[in-house]
């Protein structure tokens, strides 16, 4: 059965900016009531950091599909299939396998270990200073990474929103968010982050789950005529075969295993998605958590190939790239052209709400690392009381928000499911190497995971920045320069083996031994739970 793709004018989105606002400043409204009434039990460390441990099973798994489909899941791997078919639902198949790897080796293991951030787990049985040190400062770069596609994608849907096509007027659009970014931490730490996240989860999916009914029926519920829709208006039949956007060069076929192995471990080292464990009572909550989100994540990038799919075919290819914004607004040009200004208005103030439910979600791990981490325990060396330290967090949320909004500026209009695939290399290279290593391997020292963290870190930021992410192609941050001497956009092929050899070889080199007795007892905690209650009741 063939279908006239009827035209999808730009223009007309502005006619609806009145009603967007209106839908944007409700949700805002809504959700600031909730993160006020919940911050009114904001006292302890616990409660700003771990929202006082009181959330179920059921209530974190939401909240962490809340934090996980981000911007770039919602606009910007729907636009990566529209575009690049195949190439782009690899993104979604990468994002949900990752989530096996969290399930089966981190999340139980590191609730029982772990107390407020992922440095808890890493220092457990090595030299506090300098690994609390080096965890910080990774947890802080990953986030700054993860901060800058979100932000990007709100420059990306107000801009196409409002009809802004100016770089000033974008600035302004990000600058609100970090802003209302800023709020939302300061007021209500974890526990109102968390009633956002599981709000945004269900409107996110359930708006999703309309949009892709709405398609089906348009194709009479028909896979195969939709993909034929989007094949036909696209004018590419290899649309639906493999190396649209991967796999036409050699270097292009490394680029995508290096992509794959940044996505799918990248997750279980995730600072933000890590430090969730910690909002439930017990490890057995901990591990329902994830199995609750893999279901709601997996149908959610089910959802995401009818809709890339469905933007290809009712709102072509053309039309996308040439709306404001580029690749990412297409999930928008797609609720304009299904329900018109209604649907796009709802649509676009889920995706407002995903990404400033993320941003907030990413800032309270930022600041709780440098607090808890780097203040409380190496500044203040343990001294500091639970009241001043949440007052250093509160502090650090400002400064993370101004960083996070100059940075947001400066990366406007890049693709955000791109940027994200970074921040999940930068994340799978410093992080991973040493939480595999400090749950599992006895030897495992803190000069390993220096270098481990450190060896990571710095190859994954240097390869990127000699990419042709930053340099050297039409698509790069600095269009003008090049400066690409490092082939591959994602540099995980190379950062995440290194990083592991390196805390292999930084732990066998080691002449200093650890305390014995602090491995035992990390072994016999992250693989029973017993002591894990009583050490993160204070």
Known sequence: MMFMVPAVNVADLKETTLLNMGIFALFVAITMIIVIKASKNNKTAADYYAAGRSFTGSQNGTAIAGDYLSAASFLGITGAIAINGYDGFMYSIGFLVAWLVALLLVAELLRNTGKFTMADV?????????????????????????????????????????????????ALVIIVVGALMIMYVL?????????????????????AAVMTLWVLAIYGFNLSSLLGGAVEASGNQNLLNPGLQYGKTETSK???MS????????????????????????????????VWSIWLIGLFYLFTLVLGFGAAALVGADTIKSAPGGVNSAAPLLAFHLG???LLGFI?????????????????????SFAHDIYASVIAKGKADAATEVKVARRTVVVIGVLAIIGGIFA???????????????????????????LYWRKFTTQGAIWSMYGGLGSAIILIALSPVVSGAKTSMIPGANFAIFPLSNPGIVSIPLAFFLGWLGSVLDKNVEDITKQAEMEVRSLTGVGAEKATEH
């Open 259 to 290: 992509l794959a192995l940044a996505l799918v471990l990248g997750t279980a080292a995730l600072p933000h998605v890590l430090m969730r464990f910690y909002t439930v009572p017990t490890a057995k909550e901990a591990r329902k958590s994830v």
């Open 340 to 342: 018109g200004p209604l």
């Open 412 to 438: 406007n209009g890049q693709n955000v499911a791109f940027l994200v695939a970074l921040a999940f290399a930068v994340a799978a290279s410093a992080n991973l190497p040493t939480i595999v290593y400090s």
């Open 187 to 207: 007021i209500g730490g974890m526990k109102g982050t968390t009633w956002v996240q599981i709000i945004k989860a269900v409107l996110l999916i359930a708006g």
């Open 122 to 170: 890493l220092s457990f049985r090595l030299k506090q200073r300098p690994v609390r040190i080096a965890a910080a400062i990774s947890t802080l770069v990953v986030c700054f990474f993860y901060l800058l596609a979100q932000m990007a994608g709100a420059g990306t849907l107000i801009s196409l929103l409002l009809g802004i096509s100016d770089w000033g007027g974008q």
């Open 348 to 368: 676009s103030a889920v995706a407002f709400a995903t990404i400033l439910a993320v941003v907030a979600g990413l800032t309270i791990t930022a600041a709780a």
């Open 254 to 256: 490394i680029d995508f």
